[in-house]
């Protein structure tokens, strides 16, 4: 591959839940009623496919929030946060309806015991064929801790010292079966080589794990790790264990700053650098002339602004703070701290509420508004000034409009101008990971 390629990948914002319930292309009652069925999902899927996209992540959280003026209200009015419904449920339905495209839920080490999560992950590896990552996250909003028998969650910190000893135990179990641990030979008879199955043993400051995993090594054997660590601690951990890393795209100077910081943590561990991609979230909005998508940008603030609860709740669930309580037009003040996202929060400081409401409209990072060309053209030159790995895309309320303009249209622009992929390499997800 040409040293100018970069990855695609899709970060499914607000995980199985309602998408195009308000869009101006919301499909018929019917399908605005069976939200809940995988088919928007598996169209989407087979968009990416189309384009040879590397993956797919599927965000989750398992509660409805309620920081914003201490009611879930809000949320539950704009279907933001809530409801959702398992990742792992959707993606045997995707996996079904697609051969290359990786899968990769979100799994949260504050929900799951370890073996539990590793046994789910290795059989859904099995069932994919070696097309499943596990997107590593820690945990933030305390309804979820309180909804598995915590009243708060550990400080942020302490969790990724949590999801460190986690990641471990994980890896190990994955890997207690050797390669050809499974023999399948009748005439002895023997299925699987008992020498060659082991128990991991591990007693550590958090778990303890006997193993072996009940399940042969899955094709994979180690499945790729996703992780979004965006404060020091987290780009530490995601360092150590991360093949994809999904961070903001919010100026190419610091997009250039967190990849360097990665890799140099990476190198220090003694880690290859080009083992881990850094994937930049960009939200693209891609329509026949630059006059429709800028048009269509217009109107997607003017909505941000007309329902400024909506987008203040959400900065309320992500941080545990209640927004409410701040003038719109004074700057937030920069004694604010937070147990919650720590980076999301350290870019808000100094704003005022109204600023950032605006933001969210281009989802506070670059403006990719234009025609396919234009599009991927500054992806093009974003990408070369930055250095790599490529861009995850995303919208939170896709319809399948959006679908085919971006999978249809912009994409085969990028493949056009020889960026990215035009056919998949490998059946397995590290593979086409590890390809360039």
């Not at 207690?176 to 550590?204: N, Q, R, T, Y």
Request: glycine share 8%; charged share 25%; aromatic share 10%.
């Amino acid at each position: 591959m040409a040293k100018d390629h970069f990855h695609l990948a899709w970060f499914l914002s607000q995980g199985f839940g309602p998408k195009h319930w308000r869009s101006m292309w919301p499909g018929s009652a019917s399908d605005m009623k069976r939200w809940m069925m995988p088919d928007l999902f598996i169209d989407l899927a087979k968009g990416m496919e189309r384009g040879c996209f590397d993956y797919m992540i599927i965000e989750d959280s398992s509660n409805v929030p309620y920081t914003y003026r201490g009611t879930h209200d809000s949320y539950l009015q704009y279907a933001s946060s809530a409801p959702k419904l398992d990742p792992a449920v959707l993606v045997p339905w995707m996996a079904q309806q697609t051969k290359h495209l990786g899968l990769v839920p979100t799994l949260s080490v504050s929900e799951y015991p370890p073996y539990l999560l590793a046994r789910l992950v290795n059989s859904l590896d099995h069932v994919t064929e070696g097309r499943i990552g596990w997107n590593c996250v820690t945990g933030s909003n305390d309804g979820a801790a309180q909804n598995y028998g915590h009243d708060k969650h550990r400080p942020h910190d302490e969790r990724y010292e949590v999801a460190d000893e986690f990641a471990d135990i994980v890896t190990k179990l994955w890997e207690a079966w050797d390669e050809d641990a499974m023999v399948l030979d009748p005439s002895i008879p023997m299925f699987a080589d008992g020498k060659k199955v082991h128990a991991i043993h591990h007693e550590g400051k958090y778990f303890k794990v006997r193993g072996p995993i009940n399940a042969p090594r899955s094709p994979q054997g180690r499945v790729p790790i996703c992780q979004a660590g965006g404060s020091p601690v987290g780009k530490k951990f995601a360092s150590k264990w991360a093949d994809t890393i999904i961070t903001e795209g919010v100026s190419i100077e610091r997009m250039k700053d967190y990849r360097e910081e990665v890799r140099q943590s990476a190198i220090a561990i003694g880690r290859n650098p080009d083992d881990i991609k850094v994937l930049f979230l960009c939200y693209p909005i891609v329509d026949t002339t630059m006059d429709a998508a800028q048009e269509r940008r217009r109107m997607e603030e003017q909505d941000s602004l007309k329902h400024m609860d909506m987008q203040l709740a959400t900065m309320s669930r992500l941080t545990g703070i209640d927004f409410a309580k701040f003038d719109m037009d004074q700057p937030l003040p920069d004694t604010l701290t937070t147990n919650g996202h720590q980076s999301s929060l350290a870019k808000w400081l100094g704003k005022t509420p109204r600023e950032l409401v605006r933001t969210f409209a281009n989802k506070g990072g670059l403006d990719f508004t234009g025609t396919p060309d234009h599009v991927a053209g500054l992806m093009q030159d974003i990408m070369q000034e930055v250095g790599g790995d490529g861009f995850l895309l995303f919208n939170p309320h896709f319809d399948r409009r959006y679908v085919m303009e971006v999978c249809d249209g912009l994409v085969p622009e990028l493949q056009r101008r020889g960026l990215t992929r035009k056919a998949y390499a490998h059946t397995h997800l590290r593979d086409n990971l590890m390809e360039f």
